[in-house]
């Protein structure tokens, strides 16, 4: 398979999530991924959960799959010659990804200032570099709700809820991803020779996404609120439940796909009900036409409903969870779970890399390593440490 960054050495620098999961991205795209871990307890995402019991004792799944595609080494950051180390690799390499709070690279001496200048320094927090909430400690949680998202989710009636995964980790993580492209970009295409820093930040990724929220305040006074899974201005659009206790999303909204789902249905008479008859007729009537569909849904089984519907060409599909995503033949044909060798556990199933060069199956990432499995190998290769660097170091628990 293709491997377009290939040759590129990426540092994630990073614990839990955002970080490594921008550099992980890099890295399925062919870079070279070394994680600095500290020498006790490394990356906590190794101690969250779930856990799978083997004879080392409780392994963590979310670390299975985070920590993959990427080496361990180990360097005490808090320790002058730990922060001597890392300077000299990052001056081996492209991209340094981080996601502490502001100012903590400062203090360990391996802020960009201090850094060659040709690295590209992706740097993630929940409110930025700079500005008076900067420096507030904060998660993934805090950046869904300062960022505007968690206010629009959920029904109308009731108390916001937050999105079922790490939204603004993960998403800023693919933001960061891109712009590191870029500067790639500018530093090497166009021969600037300089890197850059990234200012990423949880909250922004989120306020990104908000469509048109904030225009609509700004011109119109409006303050866009919790919806469900209804939109004001569009129906029918809903998860319908369906007989066997599934949940089917139809989308049809736009007048040819609900001419289709009235097809499907066997209810021409709506096209000619003046109340359904147009998107601004059905928009007005919004419950009644969610209703009509709610009814006809909940007389058939889900497969039944996407059968009709598939039929008719209309926009359908079943609320997954993981065992139908892992049984899916469209998931299993486009080979977007594989089997990844995880170095404690074995083989285990686990998404595949995301997006691919068309024509072309994903490898399989390498996995989670084990804290610190790679520290005399980079330190050797890269740093030309010897064995009896690496047992001093070892024994002033550098590494």
């Known amino acids: 398979m293709r491997r377009p960054l290939e040759g590129l050495r990426v540092l994630d620098l990073g614990t839990r999530i955002a970080a490594?999961?921008?550099a992980g991205l890099l890295g399925e795209q062919g870079a070279e991924v070394i994680k600095i871990e500290q020498p006790r307890g490394g990356d906590p995402l190794r101690d969250l959960g779930p856990f799978v019991e083997t004879d080392e004792g409780p392994y963590s799944l979310y670390w299975s799959v985070e920590g993959r595609g990427r080496k361990s080494v180990t360097l005490d950051l808090r320790k002058a010659?730990?922060?001597?180390?890392?300077r000299r690799l990052a001056a081996e390499s492209d991209?340094?990804?981080e996601n502490f709070r502001p100012g903590t690279?400062?203090?360990w001496n391996i802020d960009p200032a201090r850094?060659?200048?040709?690295?590209v320094t992706v740097r993630i927090s929940v409110f930025g570099q700079s500005g008076p909430k900067s420096l507030r400690p904060g998660l993934d949680r805090n950046g869904v709700a300062y960022g505007g998202l968690l206010h629009l989710t959920g029904e109308a009636d009731r108390p916001p809820v937050r999105p079922g995964v790490t939204v603004t980790d993960y998403l800023t993580g693919v933001f960061a991803a891109q712009a590191a492209l870029g500067l790639l970009y500018e530093r090497d295409a166009r021969g600037t020779g300089e890197g850059g820093v990234i200012d990423a930040y949880l909250y922004g990724s989120a306020l990104r996404i908000l469509e048109w929220s904030i225009a609509a305040y700004?011109?119109?006074g409006v303050v866009r609120n919790r919806s469900g899974n209804r939109l004001e201005h569009s129906?029918?659009?809903d998860n319908y439940p369906s007989s066997d206790g599934r949940f089917v999303c139809i989308v049809a909204a736009a007048q040819n796909n609900f001419e289709r789902l009235c097809a499907a249905m066997d209810r021409p008479d709506l096209l000619t009900d003046e109340r359904y008859a147009t998107p601004k007729g059905r928009a007005a009537n919004n419950a009644a036409i969610n209703q009509i569909v709610t009814d006809w849904a909940a007389a058939l089984t889900a497969a039944e409903i996407e059968e009709r519907c598939v039929a008719h060409d209309v926009p359908v599909g079943t609320a997954y969870d993981a065992a139908d995503l892992s049984a899916d033949e469209h998931v299993l044909a486009r080979g977007d779970i594989l089997p990844v060798d995880d170095p404690v556990i074995g083989l285990v199933r686990q998404q595949a890399p995301f997006p691919r060069l068309e024509g072309q199956q994903p490898d399989a990432p390498t996995g989670a390593p084990r804290l610190g499995a790679h520290t005399d190998e980079v330190l050797r290769a890269v740093l030309g440490l010897s064995d009896a660097d690496l047992a001093r170091?070892?024994?002033e628990e550098i590494i």
Do not use: K, T, Y
């Not at 010659?81 to 890392?86: A, K, P, R, S, V």
């Open 218 to 220: 700004d011109r119109l």
């Open 115 to 119: 850094l060659d200048p040709r690295l």
């Open 393 to 395: 170091l070892r024994r």
């Open 20 to 22: 490594p999961f921008c």
């Open 235 to 237: 129906a029918p659009l």
């Open 95 to 97: 991209v340094v990804c």
């Open 81 to 86: 010659e730990g922060q001597d180390l890392f």
């Open 105 to 107: 690279l400062e203090r």
